[in-house]
């Protein structure tokens, strides 16, 4: 199939998917796509079983397989859906709460990362399930990160406190690339031969990953800044600021930069200070509309592919029950990775009520997790931590999605 076959399947069946959602579902956009992309999907796979001779599971499994999910989500689509989320954060209510923001985007996922994977690696170990300590670690490490993608997406549906909402969000768009970067340690660790990988050479990774990317973010955010600043049209900064987030994000993968977070600064950067000074109301008004548009197609295809995805996920009994064991572990590396942090911060510190269940419920999973366990090089662990990855990101979204407004309204006084 050519790329264009590709992009009107897929566009087709969002569409499709989307009208059934809005005409009998009527649940959240996204959720609603991805919870019948899982019924289609389930249903194929039903219908492999039944039919002997059916290779209708086989058949889209094959176009799965055109598609190429990492690639299509940490090379495509993911610098779009970063710059866009990013452009409408309240860069000064963020920076208020800079400390716990940083601190969970570090520390919380380092905490996460650590008790995941070990907690996950013990449990197996007493159920005969063989899964090395390091492989359990890339497991946490690619699962720790909330997804911003699905945590923005939520807040369009929730009234939340703004103080609770910039920590959320802040954490979810900076935390994303700080565990990218711990990811790709401790896959190189895993991968590679005994003593390949030094500590000096993890802390040359790390800077040039989290840091390099910042600064390329930053330099960009400035060079789309200045050319806006200079002119008043429209549609021209609205293809600057496309071109920023392609030849910027090109320019991270080549250089081994971090994409993500170099999609997050130049897009609070453009989305607060050139916002204030450098566009008049209608380009403000314009380039807004259009990145939201952006957002709303891409995020559309991304939960469709993810309820697609099932069909390449093993149901062997061993990893079924690995993927159920692998909810509760995850939940209790996001309460340490939180909870800890955030007791340490509340002595000189004052959160709102109920802000360290609602960022721990809040921490929802999805596309970016998915994309990296698919990442993976072809060994036996692989399908274990695919099965697990895509269990997470099922019942986060689904159940931690969907229950977030009750929880919200229930434990923060201020939300009616």
Do not use: C
């Not at 492989?135 to 369009?156: E, H, Q, R, Y």
């Not at 008004?285 to 952006?294: G, I, R, T, Y």
């Not at 891409?298 to 093993?314: D, P």
């Amino acid at each position: 199939m050519s790329v264009f076959d590709i992009a009107a399947m897929l566009i087709g069946l969002a569409a499709l998917f989307g009208f059934l959602n809005h005409r009998y579902l009527k649940l959240p956009h996204t959720i609603g796509l991805m919870l019948i992309a899982l019924v289609a999907s389930s249903g194929v796979i039903l219908t492999d079983s039944i039919i002997p001779g059916s290779e209708m599971g086989s058949n889209i499994s094959n176009f799965l397989a055109q598609v190429d999910f990492h690639e299509t989500v940490m090379h495509g689509m993911l610098s779009f859906l970063l710059f866009a989320g990013a452009l409408h954060v309240d860069f000064i209510a963020m920076a208020d709460r800079k400390w716990p923001i940083l601190i969970l985007a570090t520390v919380g996922i380092l905490t996460s990362t650590f008790v995941i994977g070990t907690v996950l690696w013990f449990v197996l170990g007493l159920l005969g399930l063989s899964l090395p300590w390091i492989w359990a670690l890339v497991f946490g490490a690619l699962i720790s990160p909330t997804d911003p993608v699905a945590v923005l997406g939520i807040f369009k549906t929730i009234n939340v406190p703004p103080a609770l909402e910039a920590k959320l969000a802040g954490e979810s768009l900076f935390n994303d690339g700080v565990g990218v970067v711990v990811f790709t340690i401790l896959l190189s660790i895993a991968a590679g031969a005994p003593g390949q990988v030094v500590p000096g050479d993890v802390m040359i990774v790390f800077l040039q990953e989290a840091v390099g990317g910042a600064l390329l973010g930053l330099a960009a955010g400035y060079i789309g800044y200045r050319a806006m600043h200079v002119i008043d049209e429209y549609v021209l900064e609205i293809l600057i600021s496309l071109a920023l987030v392609m030849v910027t994000y090109a320019i991270a993968m080549k250089t081994h930069m971090s994409g993500p977070i170099a999609m997050v600064v130049a897009g609070l950067f453009i989305g607060n200070q050139g916002v204030q000074f450098a566009m008049s109301e209608t380009t403000r008004e314009h380039l807004f509309h259009f990145w939201e548009l952006m957002d709303e197609i891409l995020n559309s295809v991304l939960f469709l592919l993810i309820g697609l995805e099932v069909l390449v996920v093993s149901f062997s009994i061993d990893y079924i029950v690995a993927a159920t064991l692998a909810i509760p572990i995850v939940l209790l590396g996001r309460s340490l990775g939180v909870g800890i942090p955030m007791s340490v911060l509340s002595v000189r510190m004052t959160f709102t009520q109920g802000a360290i269940p609602v960022l721990i419920w809040g921490g929802l999973r999805g596309g970016i997790a998915v994309a990296l366990a698919l990442s993976l090089p072809e060994n036996e662990f692989k399908p274990l931590i695919l099965t697990a990855t895509y269990a997470v990101v099922i019942f986060s979204i689904m159940v931690q999605g969907m229950s977030m407004k009750a929880l919200v309204k229930r434990i923060v006084p201020s939300v009616l």
